[in-house]
């Protein structure tokens, strides 16, 4: 007879998810005001460097606003995990491989994979 140990497969960490992949923002929610985001802003994808950084890159279709082609902010994650902190504003954080929300008092925003 032959015994193995188990092997447990861990969850990955909230900035594991994070940093693994880049972000489009679909749903911004102000004061319960609900908004489906522009085409123009769905092609656009915001990574979350694992040094701290966020790196957006903006998609072929512009919006009507001027856009530069490479916008930067920094990030970082406390509570656990449960709280992402972006240029100074905190907001709790649900983050999976499929969906991440921001919500904090004021509203929130709902970005997917890109």
Not at 77 to 92: E, H, K, Q, R, Y
């Amino acid at each position: 007879m032959l015994l193995l140990p188990a092997c447990e497969l861990s969850e990955p960490s909230s900035k594991e998810i994070l940093t693994s992949q880049g972000w489009k923002l679909v749903i911004l929610n102000e004061l319960g005001d609900i908004y489906q985001t522009e085409k123009c802003e769905q092609d656009d994808c915001i990574f979350f460097n694992s040094d701290g950084f966020i790196t957006t890159e903006m998609g072929s279709i512009n919006c009507d606003w001027d856009e530069s082609s490479e916008l930067m902010s920094t990030w970082s994650l406390s509570g656990n995990g449960l709280t992402i902190t972006v240029d100074g504003f905190a907001f709790s954080l649900d983050i999976s491989k499929k969906k991440m929300v921001w919500s904090s008092i004021l509203g929130g925003m709902t970005f997917e994979p890109c």
